[in-house]
């Protein structure tokens, strides 16, 4: 089976359980302490600034020193910019832009500079930068704040974009993310940041492209990502409860996505619900929806259903908010009628 399950290391048991913001801090130590060309550089990383606005950097710069963890100007193209031009040099920054609305300000250096300095130099220069962002609709940031854009970034060939939806999945990702030649988008979403988890082993990196069952089930196929996943595997407790056995696959990567899991995993359930907190119309879904519709059209017994942000910028007010978004209960009610 292509699908890689999230199981901690024996030894690692009895480990503290950490938070999102834990995970990160420790993935960033750890690969520092491997490889002294890693950097990292944004708004506020460093300990004068307290490590960011959640504090994800903190500490980093005292023990790393601040020719490695570098704060800049709010300037997200100078950010990206120098990143690139580092990459190039030996180096592999890790870039903070601290929400993802603020990467449309470097879209340039990222969608034609990093995404495709590889295929227009033959091959002979590599952008090996890894792109930490936040964001998530939920604590009222509005609509500038809180836009989750990752199909932009999977539109771009040259690009790797990953989502993790827990502590264990965000360390070993975020090292495998450094490890990689190609740039890479490290969605990170903010109402997950005091979600707790047990870690993999020190420097145990979890593969790109490989997406992770979190629950096993047998009448309906949820694929999720990010903060959606969690949301799943609740849903799909509600679901349980009416009679419905939902299996949740968590992609992890979006970009590249994997296929076989999903398409094994469908086989199985002849269902599929596809959910993600971007909007719904010309989201993630759709390509997704696309490829099974293609390859199981014989096998399905019902049209592919997707669940999404609605077609609107993201609501400031609280209310309309959390109507924005999917949730356990919306997710579940789909996943039931699904199976009918």
């Given amino acids: ?42 708004e506020d990383v460093a300990d004068p600034e307290d490590g960011g606005i959640v504090g994800i950097t903190r500490g980093l710069s005292t023990r790393f020193g601040e020719k490695r963890v570098k704060s800049t100007p709010i300037s997200e193209q100078a950010i990206l910019g120098a990143a690139i031009g580092a990459s190039m040099a030996g180096w592999r920054p890790v870039a903070e832009i601290m929400l993802m ?33 936040m964001t998530g609709a939920g604590i009222s940031s509005g609509g500038q704040h809180s836009d989750h854009l990752e199909a932009w970034f999977a539109h771009t060939a040259g690009l790797r974009v990953v989502t993790p939806a827990t502590p264990h999945d965000a360390y070993g990702l975020l090292l495998s993310c450094i490890d990689d030649p190609d740039p890479c988008i490290f969605v990170e979403n903010i109402l997950t940041f005091g979600h707790k988890g047990v870690l993999p082993a020190k ?72 959910v993600h907190e971007g909007v719904k119309r010309f989201g993630i879904g759709a390509e997704i929806a696309a490829t099974v519709s293609r390859e199981l059209f014989g096998t399905l017994t ?14 400031f007010s609280r209310t309309l908010e959390a109507a924005f978004v999917p949730d356990a209960a919306r997710i579940a009610q789909a996943a039931v009628i699904l199976a009918g």
């Avoid at 300000?105 to 090996?128: E, Y």
């Fill in 302 to 315: 019902k049209p592919v259903e997707r669940l999404g942000g609605a077609f609107a910028p993201v609501p």
């Fill in 1 to 42: 089976m292509s699908t890689i399950e999230a199981k901690v290391p024996a030894a690692d048991q009895a480990a503290r359980a950490v938070t999102m913001i834990e995970a990160i801090n420790r993935a960033l130590t750890d690969a520092m302490e491997e490889n002294d060309k890693v950097l990292v550089l944004g």
């Fill in 101 to 133: 609305n603020f990467t449309t300000v470097a879209m340039d250096m990222i969608v034609n500079h990093a995404a495709k300095l590889r295929f227009m130099s033959g091959g002979q220069t590599s952008v090996p930068i890894v792109v930490r962002t």
């Fill in 203 to 274: 420097g145990m990196r979890i593969p790109l492209g490989k997406a992770n069952v979190m629950r096993g089930g047998s009448d309906v196929t949820i694929v999720a990502m990010s903060r959606m996943s969690i949301e799943a595997v609740a849903a799909a407790e509600i679901a349980q409860q009416q009679g419905v056995s939902c299996e949740v696959v968590d992609l992890r990567t979006v970009s590249p996505w994997d296929e076989a899991a999903v398409l094994e995993s469908v086989a199985k359930t002849k269902r599929l619900l596809i």
